[in-house]
């Protein structure tokens, strides 16, 4: 595709960011990119655009030689998979949002990329109008990315602001946060996690090259933490935040997870508040740098799309360059996590796993520890996710150095503490 080609797009779904992006392309003429069809699902539905622009076959537009661009903004995952699939075989650029999909099926993405030799970009499928993807892609193209950690689902940072600050409960929280279009009717993909989980699984493969299904990545939402959590971090100065996050260890690997944190005031994450995104990325040399903006909704979200298909038009695609071109990173379960747990009842916490105990509450309605847990206990167990208990990571909550920790315990078992 070269700089002067015009751009003919097939776009799959018009819903909230297909049609986003039908209003953001008629603003911006300069783009030589047009829609010529639009796929949808339901024919009877009304539309904000000529008739004669939709079809429900995809074919249609998959089997068009005339359109060089595939943009699929669809929310069925397993078709979105199937479209991308026949769009690259038929020799199309693909640009898509569908975070699900890519992280369901990333490793046949990059191996249909590499069998085609055809862009796939999808900055919109991270945090929307953040251009992280592309930075990690071009800007942080080395070996000597430390860490990155990020807020990057806006309807759990939108309940656990208005938990924070307005003192509201969590069912509260939830039913202001679908009033105003934050959250969905069923709110399970955001609120327990999964997306933000399908995001990290996308952002770990352009920040480290690691390529990881969900399954492999420990993670959380937000569903079990409790009014008296929020004052308990409240008492101790710090906030809740649903971060995702992953660092380079001292052995070279990368310990990665998705799970709600005590964030510090001053941390840069602590600033983004109700439904914005925030990204730290912190480099060898460089120090932090933060990403901030809007990670979802209409036009934020084609914006993203547009710039990606503005890309094209410079024949960009992502070289992989960590992936293929330097020793891909590697995940580890080989650390200690420090935690803070909230629970109903002792008996739902199996306290022999705490390498140690460093402070704990006890209310008759409500207990809490803060304790160290090897990474390996919330990998292979589910009792911290069960029977109300709530489990928040502390602020640098990563320890590699267990020798001299596995003294402290001993010196505490011997003083007879624990
Ligand atoms: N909304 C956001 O802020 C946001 C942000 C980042 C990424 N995303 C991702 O972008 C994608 C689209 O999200 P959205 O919010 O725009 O969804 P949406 O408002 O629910 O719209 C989905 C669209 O997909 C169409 N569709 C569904 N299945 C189809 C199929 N098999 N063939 C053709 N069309 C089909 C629907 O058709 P009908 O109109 O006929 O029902 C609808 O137009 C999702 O993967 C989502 O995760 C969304």
Not at 144 to 156: D, E, P
Not at 195 to 224: E, M, R, T
Not at 266 to 291: P, R, T
Request: hydrophobic share 40%; charged share 25%; proline share 4%.
């Amino acid at each position: 595709m070269s700089y002067h080609q015009q751009l003919t797009i097939g776009l799959f779904g018009f819903g909230v960011v297909g049609e986003g992006l039908y209003k953001v392309l008629e603003k911006t003429p300069s783009l030589k990119a047009t829609i010529k069809k639009v796929c949808i699902k339901n024919p009877e539905k009304k539309r904000n655009a000529p008739a004669e622009l939709f079809t429900t076959d995809k074919n249609e537009i998959l089997f068009d030689e005339e359109i060089n661009v595939i943009v699929e903004v669809i929310n069925e995952s397993e078709a979105a998979f199937e479209i991308v699939s026949t769009a690259f075989k038929n020799g199309k650029a693909v640009v898509s949002a569908s975070k699900k999909m890519i992280a369901e099926h990333l490793p046949e993405i990059l191996q249909l990329q590499k069998e085609t030799g055809l862009p796939f970009l999808c900055e919109a499928a991270a945090c929307a109008s953040i251009p992280v993807i592309r930075n990690l892609e071009e800007y942080y193209d080395n070996d000597l990315l430390h860490a990155i950690k990020g807020i990057i689902n806006g309807s759990t940072n939108y309940i656990l602001t208005k938990m924070f600050e307005d003192k509201l409960d969590f069912k509260q929280a939830l039913l202001q946060a679908q009033q105003l279009g934050f959250a969905e009717a069923d709110p399970t993909l955001d609120i327990d996690g999964w997306d933000a989980l399908n995001k990290w699984c996308i952002l770990l493969n352009h920040a480290y090259g690691i390529v990881a299904s969900p399954q492999q990545i420990v993670f959380n939402g937000i569903q079990s933490i409790q009014l008296s959590d929020a004052l308990v971090a409240k008492e101790k100065n710090y906030q809740i935040k649903l971060v995702a996050q992953a660092q380079k260890l001292q052995n070279g690997k990368v310990a990665a997870f998705v799970l709600p944190q005590f964030v510090k005031q001053e941390d840069h994450l602590a600033f983004v508040k109700n439904e914005y995104n925030g990204v730290v990325i912190e480099s060898g040399f460089a120090d932090k740098q933060f990403f901030y903006g809007k990670g979802a909704g209409s036009f934020p979200t084609a914006s993203a799309v547009l710039s990606d298909i503005s890309a094209l038009r410079y024949d960009y695609k992502y070289e992989y360059k960590k992936l293929y071109h330097h020793v891909p990173g590697e995940l580890t379960e080989d650390f200690y996590l420090k935690v803070y747990l909230s629970f109903d009842d002792w008996k739902y916490i199996p306290r022999e796993k705490l390498e140690w105990i460093e402070e704990w509450h006890a209310e008759d309605d409500r207990k809490y520890l803060v304790g160290v847990l090897p990474f390996k206990e919330l990998k292979n167990s589910t009792w911290w996710k069960e029977n109300n208990t709530s489990l928040i990571v502390s602020p640098e909550p990563i320890i590699e150095d267990v020798e001299i920790r596995k003294l402290k315990k001993k010196s505490l078992e011997l003083a007879g503490v624990i």
